[in-house]
């Protein structure tokens, strides 16, 4: 059963829940489930602004990061959520669907990015030392792999949450 069966009028994150009706337009389905524990709400937003607002990723490369994390741990809510917001933020079509379907990005450094990300998904944080110096080699700061141990963070809470409450797309995420 969906989490959202759960979901009631009367809610600790009700604040929260108007901050994003009032971002977005609506209230994401997703926000809904993250609104069952107003903790879990507040600590999710906090890494997301973190990471959107204060790391030295671009703002692909944030994507690169969202994209791949999502595409892994198979939650195509972010996977949605994050395509529409990478093709309205202005990345190529073409990145955007590689990304989604797991193959190589055509800028080499992106690539390394790309790659870090997926290993550090499916070991689970265990990296080689080589794993690391590729990802340095390709022209990224110790400091920006940090930066996206962040990103890969607060993802795998949103995965996590929409993937076990089985978080229905919202109509803006189909079209």
Request: some cysteine; glycine content about 6%; charged content about 20%.
């Amino acid at each position: 059963m969906p989490v959202q069966a759960f979901c009631s009028s009367s809610n600790t994150s009700d604040d929260l829940l108007e901050n994003a009706s009032e971002r977005f337009g609506f209230i994401p389905n997703a926000h809904k489930v993250f609104s069952l524990s107003r903790s879990f709400y507040e600590g999710y937003q906090k890494l997301f602004e973190l990471f959107s607002d204060s790391t030295s990723l671009n703002q692909e490369e944030q994507h690169i990061v969202f994209i791949t994390v999502s595409r892994i741990n198979g939650c195509g809510y972010c996977e949605a959520a994050h395509k529409m917001m990478a093709s309205q933020s202005g990345m190529a079509q073409e990145a955007v669907e590689a990304l989604l379907s797991g193959k190589p990005l055509n800028n080499l450094k992106q690539e390394a990015l790309r790659m870090t990300v997926k290993k550090i998904v499916e070991s689970r944080g265990n990296l080689s030392p080589d794993d690391l110096q590729e990802f340095i080699g390709a022209g990224y700061t110790i400091g920006q792999f940090m930066d996206v141990l962040l990103g890969v963070t607060s993802k795998i809470m949103s995965n996590y949450a929409n993937l076990i409450a089985q978080t229905e797309l919202d109509d803006v995420l189909t079209k």
